[in-house]
C-alpha cells in the first residue's frame, strides 16, 4: 500500500515562508512525476508544481518566482518550498504522485491527506 503524508503546514504572516514535505512509503518501484495541488473553500483543485523523475520542474503562473518543489531520493520525500506568501495562497494543499507500485503493471496516481496552509493578512 502506498501513503503520501504530508506535513508543514500551518498559519505564516504574508510575506512568510513554508516549506512543505511528502514522505512516500509503501512498494514503489519507479516514480513517473510528483505534484503539489492546492484546493481553497469553494474553488476548483489546481496544480500548483510537478516535478518529474528527469528533474523538470512546471509550476503555475501564480507561484512561479515564489514557490520551488524539489525531491530528496534517498528520503523519498518531495518538498514544496513557498517564499512570499500570499493570503490568496490560503488552501489545502496535496501531494500526488503518479508512480509504479507492486500490484500493477501500469502506473497509478496517489495523493496524500492534505495538508492546511493559512497566510495572514
Known amino acids: 500500500q502506498v501513503q503520501l503524508v504530508e506535513s508543514g503546514g500551518g498559519l505564516v504572516q504574508a510575506g512568510g515562508s513554508l516549506r512543505l514535505s511528502c514522505a512516500a512509503s509503501?512498494?514503489?518501484?519507479?516514480?513517473?512525476?510528483m505534484y503539489w495541488y492546492r484546493q481553497a473553500p469553494g474553488k476548483q483543485r489546481e496544480l500548483v508544481a510537478a516535478l518529474t523523475s528527469g528533474g523538470s520542474t512546471n509550476y503555475s503562473d501564480s507561484v512561479k518566482g515564489r514557490f520551488t518543489i524539489s525531491r530528496d531520493n534517498a528520503k523519498n520525500t518531495v518538498y514544496l518550498q513557498m517564499n512570499s506568501l500570499k493570503p490568496e495562497d490560503t488552501a489545502v494543499y496535496y501531494c500526488?504522485?503518479?508512480?509504479?507500485?507492486?500490484?500493477?503493471?501500469?502506473?497509478?496516481?496517489?495523493w496524500g491527506q492534505g495538508t492546511q496552509v493559512t497566510v495572514s493578512s
Open positions: 509503501g512498494s514503489i518501484f519507479s516514480i513517473n512525476a
Open positions: 500526488s504522485a503518479d508512480l509504479y507500485s507492486g500490484r500493477y503493471y501500469s502506473s497509478h496516481i496517489y
